[in-house]
């Protein structure tokens, strides 16, 4: 099963996640997307002006392992509960400060990060999109209780490892990681509270002493281990407190993200590609020069004459019998294979390819899926849109990918796929556009929206299944506005 999550990552980019889950009884998991981009003519993006180097520069990947899942509860008191392994490499540390241990303790101390800030949000996401509205302030106050024991279990901790043994540096690895917890409850919790107040009254203001009386606490304990806190006036317009985020986010969660080692795909079959076209060119050649000296002899001028043009023939065969075969070729090989490692283990690998097709090469159940309006098919008797495809096979050996990571049972893959569409403003016209209404007398001046849109299918295929997914993104020259799926 592939999971698929596609919203605004910011302005200008659209963040596409998915998630290749692998079957523990199964070796090898083998995963298949295939994303169509319906682009409209209009923006001025073909094969001429759009190369694959410009694809790749505006799409940006990054791979890491699915974290392990979690109740917010069972964190906070259950058996299997990751404190269990957090304080046992802090007692080992402790005890025995050498390598081994030390790296245990940075790692779960990461793992443990991970893990709450993947509770926290699954959470809150459950609390939003709870279907029985009596449950609701029941869950928020339960939210609000497991956060507090799981602060106090993991403050008890520092204890442990405050002795002559562990280093100031490992100490200081611990502060930044409570640093870090309290920025997870804080920002989680001030959505939440939003969220409440947004969509359901009753529950904001049954609870809502609940959730900031929680941030008071964090907030209060941060000023007083010094800690980093946001400002309503902050001379530098709080730019050390989000770079102090990005820096504690970056190391804690680095855990879970995987090594990647991209090269060029079927170097091998596309040099005996070019080997096999310039043999068939010296065929010809050779064919030539043979015939015209059996007739005309060795040392004649006819012979030279055919010398010359077979060689100047030989160089287009040549070309042109690679660009045969390399179109031929085309939908077998890719762009690109990533190796996917854990350090130096290698646990998988992704290919991707990137192509425009022309719309009799698309598929019927993807162009019927595109669903075009009226409107759309007025516009294409003058001029088609652009169909970008974007293919990416991905690899995970589930054997290899358990071997890596101890105490935990990690399950799958994330791929976290960036897609920029900057390069696509540069044609647009204005974002604002005149329109006219009448009042009582009088004709009024008025701005309408001109939005632009990108059509995505994408198709899933995973153990001889397949399903399909539309998505479609509204932008203008200001940004992306929205991101539906349809």
Known sequence: MIDENVKIHDKFSVEIKLGYGTKRSKKINDHIIKTWFFIPYSLDINRYTYDKSDFYSDLKTNLRLTTPVYLLRDIAKGEDSPFNFLEKSFEELSIKPIRRNRDEYEYQLKMFHSILKSSLRNEIEHIIKNQVEEDREYLITG?????????????????????????????????????????????????????????????????????????????????????????????????EVIYRWGVLKKYFESRLYL????????????????????????????????????????????????LVISYMFKDRIKELMRFYLAGKLKNRLFDHKTTIRVKENKIGWSKESFDFLPEDKVSKSVLKLRNRSQIMEIEQESANEQILLYRKNMRINRQKLNKNYKHYEITGVNDIIRFNVSRFIKNMDNPEVPAYVLSDKNCVNIKGDKYYYINMIMKFQNEGNSYYGRYRITFNRNGIKKVEKL
């Open 143 to 239: 939210y609000v209780n497991y956060i507090q024991e799981i602060v106090d279990r993991f403050r008890k901790l520092r204890r442990l490892i405050n002795t002559p043994t562990v280093q100031k540096k490992l100490m200081n690895y611990y502060l930044l990681s409570d640093e870090f917890m309290s920025n997870l409850i804080e920002q989680n919790t001030f959505k939440l509270l939003n969220s409440l107040e947004k969509n359901f009254h009753t529950e904001y203001k049954s609870t809502k002493h609940l959730l900031i009386g929680l941030i008071k606490s964090e907030r209060s304990y941060k000023k007083s281990k010094g800690y980093l806190v946001v400002k309503k006036e902050s001379p530098d317009n709080n730019s």
């Open 259 to 306: 090594e990647s080692r991209k090269r060029k795909d079927g170097v091998f079959f596309e040099q005996m590609l070019y080997s096999v076209a310039a043999g068939l060119a010296m065929v010809f050649a050779t064919v030539i020069a043979f015939a015209v000296q059996s007739k005309y002899g060795n040392f004649s001028i006819p012979l030279f004459i055919a």
